[in-house]
């Protein structure tokens, strides 16, 4: 099975309430998992991090041959494909656990996509809902 995972990372301030966006699909555009999750306060950096780590561990739950896996987020795209180092001491440990999870799969390809694309957005609309519904109360 080869899925498609996207996946998002915000806060609300910098540090500041954070959440998580997962949308995990197969080939055909299925919807195997929507995940939203409170991340209490955290950076938007590490938030971006803790959404690939969830989608990861989602996607090994299914046992695909390949991940793709979408993100808005240029620098942890950059650095999970070598592009870039990780300069950020608080970054390397979730570096560290997505290089992990990834090599669990074996074959996870990483792209940066704008906000806008549609599923992307939706994504980041899960990380709205779930600060929204977190903060409300």
């Known amino acids: 099975m080869?899925?498609?995972?996207n996946c998002d990372g915000g806060s609300r301030g910098?540090?500041?309430?954070?959440?998580?966006?997962?949308?995990?699909?197969?080939?055909m555009g299925n919807v195997l998992a929507r995940i939203g999750k409170y991340?209490?306060?955290?950076?938007?950096?590490?938030?971006?991090?803790q959404s690939l780590i969830i989608a990861l561990e989602e996607?090994?739950?299914?046992?695909?041959?390949?991940?793709?896996?979408?993100?808005?987020s240029e620098l942890?795209?950059?650095q999970m494909n070598g592009e870039y180092k990780v300069k950020a001491a608080h970054l390397e440990p979730l570096f560290?656990?997505?290089k992990e999870l990834a090599e669990k799969i074996g074959n996870v390809s990483?792209?940066?996509?704008?906000?806008?694309?549609?599923y992307q957005s939706e994504a980041d609309r899960m990380v709205n809902e779930t600060l929204d519904r977190h903060l409300s109360g």
């Not at 540090?15 to 080939?27: Q, T, Y």
């Not at 991340?39 to 991090?49: H, S």
């Open 96 to 98: 560290e656990k997505a």
């Open 76 to 78: 942890v795209v950059r």
């Open 14 to 27: 910098n540090p500041g309430h954070a959440a998580a966006g997962v949308v995990l699909r197969d080939e």
């Open 39 to 49: 991340l209490g306060i955290t950076t938007n950096n590490v938030a971006e991090y």
């Open 110 to 118: 990483f792209e940066n996509v704008r906000r806008s694309d549609s």
């Open 2 to 5: 080869k899925l498609v995972v």
């Open 59 to 72: 996607a090994l739950k299914h046992k695909p041959e390949s991940v793709r896996v979408i993100m808005d």
